[in-house]
T-cell receptor, first 114, second 114 residues
Framework: AQSVTQLGSHVSVSEGALVLLRCNYS??????LFWYVQYPNQGLQLLLK??????LVKGINGFEAEFKKSETSFHLTKPSAHMSDAAEYFC????????????FGSGTQLTVLP | EAGVAQSPRYKIIEKRQSVAFWCNPI?????LYWYQQILGQGPKLLIQ????????DSQLPKDRFSAERLKGVDSTLKIQPAKLEDSAVYLC????????????FGEGSRLTVL
């Protein structure tokens, strides 16, 4: 069964610094991978998705992620952090089978320091 | 376009009481999901509907949880009787059949069981 592991439950960066949030997947077949963001007291919002069309995926708010099969990784990056990026970020994978459900990682809380 | 609507936003009950949550998905979305998000964890799927049929309820604690989606639109999730460990945010999401993995989430219903 497909699953994702997010390394680091909390990440702090200074405003203007590089953001790197780590996600590794486990899948026996080419996966569909996603990053979602959750701002305080809100639901989750799709940031970007990988569906095998291109290994470098660009999302909203300046975020991007690169699919690396050799490393089974799908890390999320942003060149320059903004205070408004402070939120919780979830990596997710589509499960196989007819139901095609999202399975989420445990999340990474991003803090942006002034 | 109206988003996914959920109510109530907050609910406090005592253990062994019952509670119901309501969700109205985005118009035209065939698939509706209920997720449970415990503090510090990623969302966990409870049940998935496609139109008014259940696709997967394998992780729904059926001795106390029930859900229905009448007429393939609105959905209700009920807990009876509630336990302390049911304290969580209950997220409703919807998606179209054509956009696998692209879920639109409501703001959630936060349940506290005392």
């Amino acid at each position: 069964a497909q699953s994702v592991t997010q390394l680091g439950s909390h990440v702090s960066v200074s405003e203007g610094a590089l953001v790197l949030l780590r996600c590794n997947y486990s899948s026996s077949v080419p996966p569909y991978l996603f990053w979602y963001v959750q701002y305080p007291n809100q639901g989750l919002q799709l940031l970007l998705k990988y569906t095998s069309a291109a290994t470098l995926v660009k999302g909203i708010n300046g975020f991007e992620a690169e699919f690396k099969k050799s490393e089974t990784s799908f890390h999320l990056t942003k060149p320059s952090a903004h205070m408004s990026d402070a939120a919780e970020y979830f990596c997710a994978v589509i499960t196989s089978g007819s139901a095609r459900q999202l399975t989420f990682g445990s999340g990474t809380q991003l803090t942006v320091l002034p | 376009e109206a988003g996914v609507a959920q109510s109530p936003r907050y609910k406090i009950i005592e253990k062994r009481q019952s509670v119901a949550f309501w969700c109205n998905p985005i118009s035209g979305h065939a698939t509706l999901y209920w997720y449970q998000q415990i503090l510090g964890q990623g969302p966990k799927l409870l049940i998935q509907f496609q139109n008014n049929g259940v696709v997967d309820d394998s992780q729904l604690p059926k001795d106390r949880f029930s859900a229905e989606r009448l007429k393939g639109v609105d959905s209700t999730l009920k807990i009876q009787p509630a336990k302390l460990e049911d304290s969580a945010v209950y997220l409703c999401a919807s998606s179209s059949l054509q956009r696998t993995g692209e879920l639109f989430f409501g703001e959630g219903s936060r349940l506290t069981v005392l």
